[in-house]
């Protein structure tokens, strides 16, 4: 199994596993795999300090995708806020219920 990992692992746990460097696809493509990953871990988080823990490892990644795409933060944050000001926060706590999937 390979899983991506931060950089200061191969010198922390060096016997427990081998470790090779990815190409920058396989990069792009492991940190999709790892930003699915670190999301359903904020999903399991059941304490306060267990959910700012993985939403550091979430944010971790985020950044990680957008150095790898050249992408700064900002230009991310200022496409955010415009969606702010045309569709909103979450902070009404909506849902959406489509007839169909009524129960």
Same mark, same amino acid.
């Given at each position: 199994?390979?899983?991506? =990992?931060?950089? *200061? ?7 427990? %596993? $081998?470790?090779? =460097? ?6 792009? @493509?492991? @940190? ?5 990953? /670190?999301? $359903? !871990? ?11 823990? !993985?939403?550091?490892? @979430? ?12 992408? $700064?933060?900002? !230009?991310?944050?200022? @496409?955010?806020? %415009? ?7 979450? %902070?009404? *706590?909506? =849902?959406?219920?489509?007839?169909? !999937? /009524?129960?």
């Amino acid at each position: 199994m390979k899983k991506l =990992v931060r950089d *200061k692992i191969p010198d922390i746990i060096p016997d427990e %596993a $081998t470790f090779e =460097v990815l190409s920058n696809e396989d990069y792009r @493509l492991s @940190l999709r795999d790892k930003i699915t990953e /670190e999301a $359903t !871990e904020v999903k399991k988080a059941e304490t306060r300090a267990n959910l700012v823990e !993985e939403l550091g490892d @979430l944010e971790e990644v985020i950044r990680a995708i957008l150095e790898d795409a050249s992408i $700064t933060y900002e !230009e991310m944050d200022s @496409l955010r806020q %415009a969606k702010i000001n045309q569709k909103g926060k979450f %902070a009404q *706590k909506f =849902v959406m219920i489509k007839p169909d !999937e /009524e129960s």
